[in-house]
């Protein structure tokens, strides 16, 4: 018989494995991290993290309720860390240092092929700076791109 428990549960368990070191990959759902990650078709493999950075994509314990894997898009000298997913176009989530579980490293597709994650990559800055557009582009994306893979 398969048992369900529920999603903070699950990956309490994950986070568990990675403290012990190991390399864990955690299916992703949802839009939130378009384009550079697609939910419900692929995962991320998660890594120990070393102090959080800006760029950096993490998987993280947010607003003192739910765990998201989004992308630090600032770090206070205090260990304060804001996150936002790259498929937001507003809302940013706060955590601190201390709350984030791992580091996503890479993007594994549903066939098993990695490929690394653009963390502080040319790709990732051009993104962020097209936050004032980034609503038009992803639903030209959501619309043409992803109906063809």
């Excluded at 549960?9 to 839009?31: C, D, M, Q, W």
């Excluded at 993290?49 to 607003?63: H, I, N, S």
């Excluded at 996150?83 to 597709?109: P, W, Y």
Aim: net charge positive; glycine share 8%.
């Amino acid at each position: 018989m398969i048992k369900t428990v529920p999603n903070n549960e699950a990956i309490a368990a994950v986070a568990a494995l990675i403290k012990e070191g190991r390399h864990v990959v955690l299916p992703v759902k949802g839009n939130s991290m378009l384009p550079f990650i697609i939910g419900g078709r692929e995962s991320v493999e998660l890594t120990p993290p070393p102090q959080a950075q800006v760029g950096d994509v993490v998987l993280a314990w947010v607003d003192g309720s739910h765990y998201v894997v989004h992308r630090v898009i600032a770090v206070s000298p205090q260990g304060d860390v804001s996150l936002m997913g790259d498929g937001n176009i507003r809302g940013v989530e706060h955590c601190t240092q201390q709350d984030i579980v791992g580091k996503a490293v890479f993007v594994v597709s549903a066939d098993g092929k990695k490929r690394p994650l653009p963390n502080d990559s040319w790709q990732w800055r051009l993104w962020n700076r097209l936050l004032p557009i980034r609503r038009w582009i992803l639903a030209i994306y959501r619309r043409t791109i992803l109906k063809m893979i």
